[in-house]
Every structure is written in C-alpha cells, then in structure tokens.
C-alpha cells in the first residue's frame, strides 16, 4: 500500500498501531479491481486518483479516531469518495456538470463492490459540498469532504513543490 502525501508513516508498516488499524478498515477494498483501477486516471496535477483516495482516507480516519467518531466509515469513504473511472476532462462535461455528478457515479460504483454504512453513503454524495447544495449530514461526512480540499491542495503544491525544485538543479 502507499503512503498518505505528507505522512512519516508508511501504511505498510505492520508494526505501526495506526497502520494496521488503517488497513483493517479499507484493506478489503484495496483489493479490489475498481478501487486498484483508479491508480490509472491523474486526479491533481500528476498524482493518481488512487493516491489522492489513500491520502483522503488515511487523513480523515486519523482525524475520526483522534475525535473518537466512526473512523472505518470515514476511512472506507474516504477511499471509495472519488470511485469513478473515467477521465471527466475527455469526456464531454463541464467542470460544473463533473462536480455534480461524480458522487452518484462514485456511490453508484462503491455499492457494487460493498456494503455501506449511511455514514459512508452520505461521505461519498455529499464530499463536493459547500460546491454542491445539499450539507453532509454526519460529522465524518464534513470530516471527508474538508480532508477531500485539503488533500487536493497539497497535492497541487506538492507537486508545484517538485517542478520548481527541479529547476533550481
């Protein structure tokens, strides 16, 4: 399994309490093909829309269990939020019509690979908010979906990080 961007910790380390507390909550989904096909499609400049669910799911569990919430739904949610395998810029859509419509798309697929709690459910529809009009209605949902904006700027500046880095050699 890779690590979460920004993470000291590998989540592989067996010995690690965090990652195999992690592992027990999303493992059965990594071995999936759906969710092990998202490492074929970039998310945020360069990083794989595999990556970016790790890095969702790990920062949203740590941060459910540091707050004694439901931590595997947000974890599993968290991995299953962007569940949706096309690229939507070669697709026909706006950036409007994608930021709408790809929650149904990820919770449409993540229910053929698992079952959900309503935790995981509303996570998955509801990550694009306050983009989109509805409010998630559970706190890992909001946990989620803040970790989703979170991630995604730091992996824009990670790798902005890289290219500047490379040009200074």
């Not at 969702?56 to 931590?71: E, N, Q, R």
């Not at 569940?83 to 697929?109: C, G, M, Q, T, V």
Request: proline share 2%; with cysteine; hydrophobic share 40%.
């Amino acid at each position: 399994m890779k690590k979460a961007i920004w993470s000291r910790i590998s989540l592989d380390e067996a010995d690690k309490e965090l990652s195999v507390l992690f592992y027990e909550c999303v493992g059965d989904l990594l071995k999936t093909d759906m969710i092990n096909e998202l490492d074929n499609f970039s998310q945020h400049k360069g990083t794989s829309r595999l990556q970016h669910s790790i890095n969702v799911a790990y920062y949203s569990f740590l941060i459910c269990y540091k707050l004694g919430l439901d931590y595997k739904s947000a974890a599993r949610a968290g991995l299953l939020h962007d569940l949706f395998l096309y690229d939507w810029r070669e697709e026909n859509n706006s950036a409007k019509e994608h930021i709408s419509a790809h929650p149904k798309a990820a919770l449409e697929n993540a229910r053929k690979i698992t079952n959900l709690t309503k935790i995981e459910e509303d996570a998955i529809l509801r990550h694009m908010w306050p983009m989109t009009i509805v409010p998630p209605r559970f706190r890992e949902s909001h946990i989620v979906s803040f970790v989703d904006k979170l991630c995604t700027c730091a992996e824009v500046i990670d790798k902005f990080g890289e290219i500047y880095l490379a040009g200074q050699n």
